[in-house]
């Protein structure tokens, strides 16, 4: 038998410890280290946050079409704006006509007072310092300014010259009466 090396004991003895550290290494690659759990626990908040990422993805074309219909809904504002506008227009010619058939009934004023009429843009005509016009003798008592002021607010651009016409002209459109004034 020669040539043939005669098995040492010790060999065997360390060939089997090699073995068992070998075996217990594995093991030890079996069990995770403590860092591991951590990851583990932030895999799944990443999966989670990315499935909330995958619908809110799939939402988008939803959001798009709101948004666009937004869109067209701010785009309809400025009509919207110009009938309020128009309504308003309407509504103040409609009242400006009803106090002036009332102050028509009152005939001079001097039994029930008239009814203060709003000018065109809606202005009530005290809120300018103008006196108020209660009967004819307060149309007949305004000066040629108050006079003026009053006609330029009711859309008369260029009333008559004598005092006595503008004075006709105020009277005429805040009653329906045309009087005649001496001054």
Not at 45 to 72: D, G, V, W
Not at 107 to 121: I, T
Request: aromatic share 6%; hydrophobic share 40%; net charge negative.
């Amino acid at each position: 038998m020669e040539g043939e090396a005669i098995p040492n004991p010790a060999h065997a003895a360390i060939g089997q410890m090699c073995m068992q550290l070998a075996n217990r290494i594995r093991e030890e690659d079996n069990v995770p280290p403590p860092w591991a759990a951590n990851l583990v626990q932030q895999n799944l908040l990443i999966q989670q946050q990315m499935q909330q990422i995958q619908q809110q993805i799939q939402q988008i074309p939803q959001i798009q079409q709101e948004f666009q219909q937004h869109i067209q809904n701010l785009q309809l504002i400025p009509a919207i704006n110009q009938t309020l506008q128009n309504i308003q227009q309407e509504v103040l010619a409609i009242k400006c006509v009803t106090l002036r058939a009332f102050n028509n009934g009152m005939e001079e004023g001097f039994n029930s007072p008239y009814l203060s009429v709003p000018f065109n843009d809606g202005t009530i005509p005290q809120a300018v310092g103008l006196p108020v016009i209660a009967n004819t003798n307060d149309i007949n008592a305004l000066n040629g300014a108050q006079l003026n002021q009053y006609l330029r607010g009711y859309g008369f651009l260029n009333p008559p010259h004598p005092l006595s016409s503008r004075k006709n002209v105020l009277c005429t459109y805040l009653t329906g009466i045309s009087r005649n004034f001496d001054n």
